[in-house]
């Protein structure tokens, strides 16, 4: 039971323009979610997060947005640059609970230059 | 403030071989998890320690186990290696404040052969 999920493998874009990168998640109790951005050969980077309380989060280029009631969350990165490249995963946890986190599959991003 | 470190960065094993991998989270954090990242499952929960005690884990088998030190300093080992525990196999850190994010160490890729 997967119960984060990024349907979408890969995404490719402009430099310049927008990416949006989607998550879907299924457990309710999950209160909250990051972002990680992650090369080849190295470990996942902490980028961006979101409580549950919130329904948006921006920090520079990058705005994370929840929609609790689709269970949904987007991360954008405006303007788009080529050293964004990479490998991005969603992760969601219950903060009550423990400090594990759910990971997506992830998606790869590819920023055309 | 030095980030995780794991050591070793890499290693080579046989079926049946044991393995211990080692992980130093930033300094002031006590919470340190495990993740296992292969292609097709992407990262996977293995275990959290807490003041040297196992807070979670995750569905693996009883041959990956772990501790931690009174320093905050985990390993990980794996016994009785088995083709499929190829993968890389992540560190992350934390404070122990709730909604607060995780930090991951560069990773030990193990190759069983």
């Known amino acids: 039971d997967q119960q984060v999920k990024q349907n979408s493998p890969s995404l490719s874009v402009q430099e310049g323009r927008i990416s949006i990168l989607n998550c879907d998640y299924t457990n309710s109790m999950f209160d909250y979610f990051l972002w990680y951005k992650k090369y080849p050969a190295e470990g996942p980077t902490f980028l961006i997060s979101?409580?549950?309380?919130?329904d948006k989060n921006e920090d520079g280029r990058f705005t994370v947005f929840l929609n609790k009631s689709a269970k949904h969350l987007s991360l954008h990165i405006v303007p788009s640059q080529p050293g964004d490249s990479a490998v991005y995963f969603c992760a969601a946890t219950n903060t009550g609970a423990n400090s594990k986190l759910t990971f997506g599959k992830g998606i790869t991003l590819s920023v055309r230059p | 403030k030095a980030g995780v470190t794991q050591t070793p960065r890499y290693l080579i094993k046989t079926r049946g071989q044991q393995v211990t991998l080692s992980c130093s989270p930033i300094s002031g954090h006590r919470s340190v998890s495990w993740y296992q990242q292969t292609p097709g499952q992407g990262l996977q929960f293995l275990f959290e320690y807490f003041s040297e005690t196992q807070r979670n884990k995750g569905n693996f088998p009883g041959r990956f186990s772990g501790r931690q030190f009174s320093n905050s300093r985990s390993e990980m080992n794996v016994s009785t290696l088995e083709l499929g525990d190829s993968a890389l196999y992540l560190c992350?850190?934390?404070?122990?404040?709730?909604?607060?994010?995780?930090?991951f160490g560069p990773g030990t890729r193990l190759t069983v052969l």
């Open positions: 979101i409580s549950s309380i919130k």
């Open positions: 992350a850190s934390s404070l122990e404040v709730a909604g607060g994010p995780a930090f």
